[in-house]
């Protein structure tokens, strides 16, 4: 990784076709945290709310989740998310590293009910600290590679 990838802040998603989860963190410190969820069904309007982020938070880089099969096989979502890609690197000139998902919602919602959080607002928040666990397994990852 480069220096401009060991330093700076990173923004990660969990793309959903409603609602998109968001978190940041640190590279040099390696710790993510739920942000905010974007509710956006157009990819354009989801690209808008991203450009707001990124110019607060001037990413680095970015990271999403690439949902597959619970055997790692890909589906449709997983062309969506490989296209959603693709868009972000072309449009902010910024790395985007693909990040298998599986489990992070389920993961998220599970901690979510032990910590007495239900109902409508747990579906947003859901969203939200599945990108803060997409994201932390991307720091976690880089720490054993």
């Known amino acids: 990784m480069s220096d401009a ?3 700076g802040t990173v923004l990660a998603f969990d793309l959903g076709l409603k609602r998109t989860g968001v978190a940041s963190g640190e590279l040099a410190i390696g710790i993510a945290h739920p942000l905010t969820v974007i509710q956006a069904e157009s990819t354009d309007a989801r690209m808008a709310a991203i450009e707001k982020l990124a110019a607060e938070w ?3 880089l970015f990271v ?3 949902p597959t099969r619970a055997d790692g096989s890909e589906n449709e979502m997983t062309r969506v998310a490989r296209n ?3 868009r972000l690197e072309s449009r ?3 790395p985007v590293f693909l990040i298998d998902e599986r489990l992070t919602s389920a993961t998220a919602e599970s901690e979510l009910h ?3 959080i239900h109902g409508k607002k747990n579906k947003a928040l859901t969203d939200a600290v599945a990108a ?3 994201l932390q397994g991307f720091f976690d990852a880089r720490l054993t590679a």
């Open 5 to 7: 990838q060991t330093h």
């Open 58 to 60: 001037q990413p680095a």
């Open 64 to 66: 999403l989740g690439l």
């Open 84 to 86: 959603f890609a693709r």
């Open 92 to 94: 902010f000139e910024r």
């Open 114 to 116: 032990a910590r007495g």
């Open 132 to 134: 803060q666990l997409i």
